[in-house]
C-alpha cells in the first residue's frame, strides 16, 4: 500500500500585508529572514505525496541531486507556483563542497536554491499576477483571494513557517531537483530535504523526520 503523508500548517491566512512605511523593496541580504517575514500570520496549505519524505531512505531515493554546502548569499525573492500558487519564495546561492547525489562539475561554482517563503512589494507581486494569474481582477482564487488592489502599496509577506535559520560557515545538506527550463535547484519535498550537517552527522530540521544518520551514509551510497 502506498504511504501518504500530509503536510498542515496551522493557522489558515492567505497573505500577510502590512503598511508601506513598514518595509521597503530592497532586499535584504542577510541570510536571514526579516524580523516582518518571521512575525507575520503563517499561510497555510495541506499537501499529500505517496512517498514519505520523513523517510530519509525514501528521500535519499527520489533525489537527483545531493549537495553538501554552505550558503553564501541571498540572491532575490521571486514567485514559484509550488507547493501552492503564487508562492513567494527566497532565492540564495549556495557553495557545494561535496556532491553525494549528481554530478560532480557542481562542486566548480555556486548554485541557486529556491527557499519557500518570502517578501516582496506589492506592486511586483500586481505585476506577476497581472501576466500569469487567468483571473485576474474576477476575485476568483488567484488575484482575488490572495491579493487586493490596496495591498499595492504594501509589502507583502509569505510566511509558511519554513524560513530557514541560516548560519554562516555552517555545512548543510540539501536534496534537490532542478527547476524545468531554469538554472535554479528547489528542495524536495518542501523542506524535507533540507538538513544540518553537525560534524558527521547529519539533523533534520523537520522532528516528524526519522532522527539523524551519519553522513558516511551519504558517503557510502556514493562510492557504489
Request: hydrophobic share 35%; glycine share 8%; aromatic share 12%.
Amino acid at each position: 500500500m502506498k504511504k501518504y503523508l500530509s503536510l498542515v500548517i496551522v493557522l489558515l491566512l492567505a497573505a500577510c500585508t502590512i503598511p508601506e512605511n513598514s518595509g521597503s523593496n530592497t532586499l535584504d541580504k542577510k541570510l536571514n529572514p526579516s524580523d516582518e517575514l518571521l512575525n507575520s500570520p503563517v499561510i497555510t496549505f495541506e499537501a499529500s505525496y505517496t512517498i514519505d519524505f520523513g523517510d530519509n531512505e525514501k528521500l535519499y531515493e527520489v533525489s537527483p541531486v545531493i549537495v553538501e554546502g554552505v550558503f553564501v548569499e541571498k540572491k532575490s525573492n521571486r514567485i514559484y507556483n509550488f507547493p501552492t500558487r503564487y508562492a513567494i519564495h527566497t532565492e540564495y546561492e549556495f557553495k557545494p563542497l561535496k556532491v553525494y547525489k549528481g554530478d560532480d562539475s557542481l562542486l566548480t561554482g555556486e548554485i541557486s536554491v529556491l527557499l519557500l517563503g518570502g517578501e516582496m512589494h506589492g506592486s511586483d507581486y500586481d505585476d506577476y499576477l497581472k501576466e500569469n494569474d487567468p483571473y485576474y481582477g474576477q476575485g476568483k482564487f488567484g488575484n482575488g483571494y490572495w491579493f487586493k488592489e490596496e495591498d499595492k502599496t504594501k509589502m507583502v509577506y509569505h510566511n509558511f513557517a519554513m524560513n530557514p535559520n541560516i548560519i554562516e560557515e555552517q555545512k548543510y545538506v540539501l536534496y534537490l531537483f532542478k527547476i524545468k527550463d531554469e538554472e535554479v535547484y528547489s528542495i524536495v519535498g518542501i523542506n524535507y530535504g533540507y538538513k544540518i550537517l553537525n560534524g558527521n552527522k547529519v539533523e533534520n530540521i523537520r522532528t516528524v523526520q526519522k532522527g539523524t544518520f551519519d553522513i558516511s551514509d551519504l558517503v557510502s551510497k556514493r562510492e557504489k
